[in-house]
């Protein structure tokens, strides 16, 4: 499969973070996956995912301090 050239550029400095946002199935997963290979990705569309994450909000806050100085 080829990652399409898009009219926007994420070039992030090392230490930033940004959410990306759009519709399913357009490539989102998949760009940051070839794009930041070995980067956690939080899908909150499995239920099991977001039921951690609703039961224990502190928990966003603990997994970013864990890859503080990443990618």
């Given at each position: ?11 992030l ?26 980067v956690?990705?939080?899908?909150l ?27």
């Open positions: 499969m080829e990652i399409k050239k898009r009219l926007l550029d994420l070039n400095p090392r230490g930033k973070s940004a959410f990306l946002w759009g519709p399913r199935k357009v490539g989102k997963t998949y760009w940051v996956s070839h794009t930041f290979p070995g956690e990705i939080i899908d569309l499995k239920t099991d995912v977001l039921a951690e994450y609703i039961n224990r909000p502190a928990l966003l806050r603990k997994r970013c301090q864990n890859h503080k100085g990443a990618v």
